[in-house]
């Protein structure tokens, strides 16, 4: 597999795999939002569902973003190609282990502030309707229910950038569709019987999905047996390094949008934060393809 790409065709198959993978889950991701309308319209019930969804998304898309595409995958690769497999899996189990624990330290300390940064981050959610009580503590609920999430993406994007940098482009192009697929299944399904937490049990399918379907590519691979941290290796220190600007950049990226979308949303009025939801997904589309 190291030598794919090397081949003839190698890098017209890998565009193809990856632009299928990019279009299908753009297209899932539209139908996914046209089910959510469907099924909740613009309610205020839903309002409390993308309030609470922000905060684990925020913790996967700072920590997930700034480890692969510029820190983890390059030097991953090189390891691979310069120098040894086993130095290569070691560094992936340093880092996937790093990852996980960040990630759950964080997601435990949300559980615990969850009562206070969900009304930092929404301070006019229900508000104008007489419901502020009743909604903020739905989306605290919501969010610590969809704090599972996050561990189960943080896991699973680091198996996407391994897959990646030894060539292998499929379970990670189906990945993002069964994530999506799993929330779909929470909209339309799920949400009959348990309303809004049948979408928010649908996200947590789906993140699973997105875990499970990409297993196949690593289940004989050596990183099984090298789950652990060590400070002192230098191509986890290089990783680290690189992943530090990357994650200034994308918090204030990630703030940008939380606070667009629901900060200022949620002062706007009932259904406000679900329209710039609704709006931000579909302008981000065609920059997105």
């Known amino acids: ?21 990019f279009l299908g889950s753009r297209i899932l991701g539209v139908i996914r939002t046209s089910a959510i309308a469907d099924t909740f319209g613009m309610s205020p019930e839903l309002d409390a569902y993308w309030v609470a969804f922000r905060i684990p998304d925020l913790i996967f898309q700072v920590l997930a ?24 899996w070691d560094l992936a189990g340093n880092i996937v282990s790093t990852v996980l624990i960040i990630t759950i330290i964080l997601c435990l300390l949300m559980l615990l502030i969850a009562p206070w940064i969900v009304p930092l981050f929404s301070p006019g959610l229900g508000e104008d309707i007489g419901r502020e009580k009743e909604l903020t503590d739905k989306a605290i609920y919501l969010t610590r229910i969809m704090l599972l999430s996050p561990l189960l993406l943080a896991v699973s ?39 809004i937490e049948g979408l928010t049990f649908g996200v947590l399918i789906g993140s699973a999905l997105h875990l499970v379907i990409q297993i196949p590519g690593i289940i004989h691979t050596k990183i099984w ?30 703030l940008n949008f939380v606070v667009t979308t629901t900060f200022f949303a949620s002062k706007v009025g009932s259904s406000a934060i679900s329209s710039m939801t609704y709006a931000w997904l579909i302008a981000g589309l065609p920059v997105a393809l």
């Open 157 to 195: 994007g680091m198996i996407t950038g391994i897959l990646n940098a030894r060539q292998q482009f499929f379970l990670p192009a189906l990945a993002p569709m069964f994530y999506n697929l799993g929330i779909i299944f929470g909209a339309l399904v799920l949400a009959k019987h348990w309303g």
């Open 65 to 88: 973003g700034a480890t692969l595409g510029s820190a983890f995958i390059p030097v991953f690769t090189r390891l691979t190609r310069r120098e040894s497999d086993e130095k290569a």
């Open 1 to 21: 597999m190291i030598n794919f790409l090397r081949q003839p065709n190698g890098l017209v198959i890998a565009s193809a795999i990856v632009s299928f993978g």
């Open 225 to 254: 047996s090298r789950f652990r941290i060590n400070f002192r290796d230098k191509a986890a220190t290089e990783v680290r390094r690189l992943m530090a600007p990357r994650v200034i950049g994308l918090i204030a990226g990630q």
